[in-house]
T-cell receptor
Framework: DSGVTQTPKHLITATGQRVTLRCSPR?????VYWYQQSLDQGLQFLIH???????AKGNILERFSAQQFPDLHSELNLSSLELGDSALYFC??????????FGQGTRLTVV | AQKITQTQPGMFVQEKEAVTLDCTYD???????LFWYKQPSSGEMIFLIY??????QNATEGRYSLNFQKARKSANLVISASQLGDSAMYFC?????????????FGKGTKLSVKP
């Protein structure tokens, strides 16, 4: 158990809908990263938050947004969903740059 | 830009034997970290081992060791005494420390199958 909790584990939704994925980092970790894993793109970095502030953006679509709350949990919001958004979404947390522990992921299926 | 290359899409190894999974990287940043993760069929990403670019010694964690050759820009993972439970996808990743991003860049992975 990495100590990073993601909910829900599975999500099935229709095209055009909006979903929210939640991540609770390990206790004490200030950094939260979101990654997307799909068959064609592999593991792609989406966005990084540190202590509530956005630090970096990767290949994140404009339809996607995220935030990190004062209690350090983070949410990734995906809107106007398309079939191609079906993927495994990971959250990772760290306190130092020599580590990054991943949650179990949320498997999103858009039908 | 940084890049990770894993040239072995799939590997087979006999149980109890050692196996090396290849990883080469490209970065212009002198300060970086290299990571290996295991992803079993259940999907979770399990952190295995870390090597910093300035670390003098190769990292080891139990049956895992990292063969770090800085001049060749390679960071191969060695798994000793393979077990059936080692069957999984293995990902190599790099994190550059010079810029502001601090995120991981992953390779495409190697699927390891351990034969009984």
């Amino acid at each position: 158990d990495s100590g990073v909790t993601q909910t829900p584990k599975h999500l099935i939704t229709a095209t055009g809908q909006r979903v929210t994925l939640r991540c609770s980092p390990r206790s004490g970790d200030l950094s939260v990263y979101w990654y997307q894993q799909s068959l064609d793109q592999g593991l792609q970095f989406l966005i990084h938050y540190y202590n509530g502030e956005e630090r970096a953006k990767g290949n994140i679509l404009e339809r996607f947004s995220a935030q990190q709350f004062p209690d350090l949990h983070s949410e990734l919001n995906l809107s106007s969903l398309e079939l191609g958004d079906s993927a495994l979404y990971f959250c990772a947390s760290s306190v130092d740059q020599n580590e990054a522990f991943f949650g179990q992921g949320t498997r999103l299926t858009v039908v | 830009a940084q890049k990770i290359t894993q040239t072995q899409p799939g590997m087979f190894v006999q149980e109890k034997e050692a196996v090396t999974l290849d990883c080469t990287y490209d970065t212009s940043d002198p300060s970086y970290g290299l990571f290996w993760y295991k992803q079993p069929s259940s999907g979770e990403m399990i952190f295995l081992i870390y090597q910093g670019s300035y670390d003098q010694q190769n990292a080891t964690e139990g049956r895992y060791s990292l063969n770090f050759q800085k001049a060749r820009k390679s960071a191969n993972l060695v798994i000793s005494a393979s077990q059936l439970g080692d069957s999984a996808m293995y990902f190599c990743a790099i994190m550059n420390y010079g810029g502001s991003q601090g995120n991981l860049i992953f390779g495409k992975g190697t699927k390891l199958s351990v034969k009984p």
